[in-house]
């Protein structure tokens, strides 16, 4: 047994069991692939897969229950990679954070920059994609720390770790008659007016949907996007009011806009931090995530690992 042969059956899962795929992934030939299974098949006296001919379409009940065990023993092996990493070269090496675009854009910039500042050795690949995908990236190895709203604490895979709660605004432009009265803003004066927002599974998006649900209301979504800063340009152009992350509103950058503090419509959402159970992370990565979230210490983190659970950090709104 050998994690070649471990590695060419986890990449046949992850391919959808196309075997040119799992040679593309793994660089080498597909009957090298096909060799490699056999071969594990033989040692363990199983079939792993179900075979239409010389294709694979699924995995047998045997191939089932080991997987799990698969995905272990490459994971182990790759921590133990790391553990060597972190001894030879401390200041030296990679960290792959995936993010939702509103994180990547307004929460991390200052935190890249300071790590950057302190590890200049450590080359930093920044990857944006929607919530699930982040969770995909934390699940297969791409990213080493993952950062969004939704979506990352309903992985079983996943541990998440709370970091700092926030709450939306109302963006509109200048002279909106939303911005005349000095009555606090209510949903139903909201929903009078054409409403864009961020796409569904974004950015606290099922609060908003929430809110006007629990009041009864039908609010007038004319147009969705995945990130404040298109929404923001559709709310200058005049097709509407805009709900974004308050942190999203710069009021130097957003010249042409007027903010309306919008926390008590909506109800407050949490921004979580994602690491892969059981993985092994660099000691700089730790230290990315202390810059994030200062309390979150390297000791808590690795507490939370043994737990296994997620902890509360405390509140930043």
């Not at 040119?20 to 992934?25: F, K, L, Q």
């Not at 934390?138 to 079983?156: C, F, K, P, R």
């Not at 200058?236 to 419509?265: C, K, S, W, Y």
Request: with cysteine.
């Amino acid at each position: 047994m050998n994690f070649q042969q471990l590695r060419s059956v986890r990449e046949a899962v992850r391919c959808g069991f196309n075997l040119t795929d799992v040679a593309e992934a793994l660089h080498t030939s597909q009957p090298g692939v096909s060799r490699q299974i056999r071969e594990l098949e033989d040692e363990l006296g199983i079939e792993i897969f179900v075979r239409a001919g010389k294709r694979l379409t699924g995995l047998t009940p045997p191939g089932q229950a080991l997987l799990p065990v698969v995905e272990r023993l490459l994971l182990e092996a790759e921590n133990l990679r790391r553990v060597g990493n972190d001894f030879s070269a401390s200041m030296e090496g990679t960290l792959s954070i995936a993010a939702t675009h509103s994180q990547a854009r307004y929460a991390l910039p200052p935190v890249v920059r300071d790590f950057r500042e302190r590890y200049p050795g450590v080359s930093l690949h920044l990857h944006q994609g929607s919530p699930r995908q982040v969770a995909d990236m934390l699940m297969s190895g791409e990213a080493d720390i993952g950062v969004a709203t939704e979506a990352l604490s309903n992985h079983d895979g996943l541990l998440t770790l709370s970091c700092y709660r926030w709450s939306h605004s109302v963006v509109l432009p200048a002279g909106h008659p939303l911005l005349e009265t000095s009555l606090p803003l209510t949903l139903q004066a909201l929903a009078e007016h054409p409403i864009i927002t961020y796409d569904l599974g974004f950015t606290g998006r099922s609060h908003i949907d929430d809110a006007f649900q629990r009041a009864g209301i039908q609010p007038n979504i004319v147009l969705t996007a995945m990130d404040a800063d298109v929404i923001k340009t559709y709310v200058e152009l005049g097709m509407g009011v805009g709900i974004i992350a308050m942190i999203a509103f710069d009021p130097e950058r957003d010249r042409q806009l007027r903010m309306l503090d919008a926390r008590h419509l909506f109800q407050l959402n949490t921004t979580r931090l994602g690491l892969r159970r059981g993985a092994w992370l660099r000691g700089y990565a730790y230290d990315f995530i202390e810059m994030f979230v200062p309390t979150m210490t390297r000791a808590t983190v690795e507490q939370a690992m043994r737990n296994d659970e997620p902890q509360p950090w405390g509140d930043n709104i």
